[in-house]
C-alpha cells in the first residue's frame, strides 16, 4: 500500500505517518509503507515493509475510506477555509514537524516610481522598513477509537466500520479551524495568538457610531431597506479603498442577516423578474463572492480582500488518521489531526484588508 499523498499536502517525515498506518495486504501479511525518497505521489518511491501481525486491523480500501470520509464531513462546516483553498490562497509547509509557527515579513509602503526619458534616477534610494511577524502553526486533533467485536460484525456482515465517533471528531475540528478563521476572540495557544477576521478588524470597523457613515442594522426589516444595505456594502468598498486595498473582496455575513439577502432588491428591465439584493452586490465590481458563516457574530459582516498578503491558509497537513495503539488485538485507539491555520495579515503599518461593519 503506498500513502496516497494529496499535492497539496506536504511534510517532510513521511514515515512518522506511514509507521503509523499498518495494513493488512492482500496475501493476509501485516505491512507499512516505507518512504524512500522521490516524488510522494509516485509509487515506485515506496517500499513495503513487514510489520508483526498483530498492528494492523485495515485494509488498504479501509484506510482510504476513512480518511476520505472523514475530510468529506470536515469540509462540510468550512465555508471561509473553502473559499481560501478554491481561490489557491493556501501556502504548504515543506515540513510542518520541523517548526512551531511561521515567521513573515510586516513592510512599510515606500516612495513612487521614477519617470525619465533616460536610465538616470534622481531620486535617493529608498528602505523600506520591516518588522516580523509569526503565526502559530497548531495540531487540531480528535482521538477515538472501537473495539474488535465492532471491527469483526463490519467485516461479518459486508458494511462499512461505524465512524460516528470519527465522524463526531471531523466535523469538531473543521468546526475548530473554521472559527479560527472568524471568530471574535483570538485563539490563544500557550500564549501564543492567532488571529481571526474579526480580533483582526476591530481597528478597521464601520459601525452605528461611525462618523461620517454609520453602518445600519441589517436585521431591522422596518429602518433598513435593501437599498441601505447595498449603500453600506459600497461603504466598506470606499473603507478598504483608503487604507490601500483595492480587492478583489468577498464579503462574509453572519447567519441572522442571511434572510435579507434573499429580498428582492429591484426589477430587472429586461427580464422583468425581481432581482434578489445578494445578486445585486455580487454585481458591485471586484466582489466575487457573498458567503454566509454561521461562526461570524450576529449583526456582523466582515469584506475581505481574498489575496495572500491579507489572509491564506497555512497547510501543513489535511485531514489524516493515524492508530495510536492496539492493545491486544480487543481495543483500538485512533488520532485524527490537521496541521493548519488561517493566517490573517496586516502591514508594518497595520493596514489589513478586511473592513467589519455591524451594529451593536
Not at 521614477?114 to 534616477?121: G, I, L, Q
Not at 456594502?233 to 447567519?255: A, C, R, Y
Request: charged fraction near 25%; include cysteine; proline fraction near 3%.
Amino acid at each position: 500500500m503506498e500513502l496516497k499523498v494529496d499535492k497539496n499536502t506536504l511534510f517532510g517525515d513521511y514515515n512518522a505517518i506511514t509507521r503509523n498506518r499498518p495494513y493488512i495486504d492482500k496475501d493476509g501479511r501485516a505491512k507499512i509503507s516505507v518512504y524512500q525518497g522521490g516524488d510522494i505521489n509516485d509509487p515506485k518511491s515506496y517500499t513495503q515493509k513487514l510489520i508483526d501481525n498483530d498492528m494492523a486491523i485495515f485494509t488498504p480500501e479501509e484506510w482510504k475510506t476513512i480518511d476520505t470520509r472523514l475530510r468529506e464531513i470536515a469540509a462540510s462546516r468550512q465555508v471561509g477555509i473553502a473559499k481560501l483553498k478554491e481561490l489557491g490562497l493556501v501556502y504548504n509547509l515543506a515540513n510542518p514537524f520541523a517548526s512551531q509557527s511561521l515567521e513573515y515579513m510586516k513592510t512599510s509602503d515606500m516612495h513612487d516610481a521614477s519617470v525619465n526619458m533616460n536610465f538616470k534616477v534622481t531620486n535617493e534610494t529608498d528602505k523600506q522598513a520591516v518588522k516580523t511577524a509569526n503565526i502559530p502553526i497548531p495540531v487540531i486533533s480528535w482521538k477515538w477509537g472501537f473495539d474488535i467485536r465492532e471491527l469483526q460484525m463490519s467485516r461479518l456482515y459486508n458494511r462499512p466500520l461505524d465512524l460516528q465517533g470519527a465522524k463526531v471528531g471531523a466535523r469538531k475540528i473543521g468546526e475548530k479551524l473554521e472559527s479560527m478563521m472568524f471568530g471574535a476572540n483570538a485563539t490563544i495557544l500557550d500564549s501564543k495568538k492567532i488571529d481571526s477576521i474579526i480580533s483582526f478588524g476591530d481597528s478597521n470597523k464601520l459601525d452605528n457610531n461611525s462618523s461620517p457613515y454609520a453602518f445600519h442594522d441589517w436585521t431591522n426589516t422596518t429602518t433598513t431597506t435593501p437599498a441601505i444595505i447595498l449603500q453600506d456594502v459600497l461603504e466598506l468598498k470606499k473603507k478598504s479603498i483608503k487604507d490601500k486595498h483595492f480587492g478583489k473582496w468577498i464579503l462574509f455575513v453572519s447567519q441572522d442577516v442571511e434572510n435579507r439577502l434573499d429580498e428582492d432588491y429591484a426589477l430587472d428591465a429586461n427580464t422583468k423578474a425581481y432581482v434578489p439584493l445578494m445578486d445585486r452586490i455580487k454585481k458591485i465590481n471586484s466582489i466575487l463572492d457573498v458567503v454566509v458563516s454561521d461562526f461570524l457574530p450576529n449583526k456582523t459582516v466582515a469584506l475581505v480582500q481574498m489575496t495572500n498578503d491579507t489572509i491564506e491558509l497555512i497547510n501543513g497537513m489535511e485531514l489524516t488518521t493515524v492508530q495510536l495503539m492496539n492493545a491486544g488485538g480487543l481495543n483500538f485507539e485512533m488520532l485524527s489531526f490537521v496541521m493548519q491555520t488561517p493566517a490573517v495579515k496586516s502591514d508594518y503599518d497595520g493596514n489589513c484588508g478586511i473592513v467589519i461593519g455591524t451594529y451593536q
